[in-house]
Nanobody
Framework: QVQLVESGGGSVQAGGSLRLSCAASGNGASMFSMGWFRQAPGKEREGVAGTDDAGTVIRYADSVKGRFTVSKDNAKNTLHLHMNNLKAEDTALYYC????????????????WGQGTQVTVSS
């Protein structure tokens, strides 16, 4: 069993920055691929950024490329999402996800989800 605890959400004006963190704990947590998803009201959940257990395979949604950076602190089993130049359309509930298989995680069917952290960007 793996537990995911997110932190770092909040409210910011357009053009601002936030950093989200997701701490993974539990048996085998260091071997999991991890990623960030988001869901805005009335929209489907979408993948934002993800990486494999070693941090060598990295994927981004087209909408965040060049603005968001995902990084993994393997020593602490923590995934970070650095979000710059935030836009109103980035407003959503952001979820951390983890799975032993990167592809399953990135397709949106991971074994584990965090509880979510709200990001609100005002224009």
């Amino acid at each position: 069993q793996v537990q995911l605890v997110e932190s770092g959400g909040g409210s910011v004006q357009a053009g601002g920055s936030l950093r989200l963190s997701c701490a993974a704990s539990g048996n085998g947590a260091s071997m999991f691929s991890m990623g960030w998803f988001r869901q805005a009201p009335g929209k489907e959940r979408e993948g934002v950024a993800g990486t494999d257990d070693a941090g060598t395979v990295i994927r981004y949604a087209d909408s965040v490329k060049g603005r968001f950076t995902v990084s993994k602190d393997n020593a602490k089993n923590t995934l970070h999402l650095h979000m710059n130049n935030l836009k109103a359309e980035d407003t959503a509930l952001y979820y951390c996800a983890a799975d032993i298989v990167f592809g399953r995680m990135w397709r949106g069917s991971p074994d584990y989800w965090g509880q979510g952290t709200q990001v609100t960007v005002s224009s």
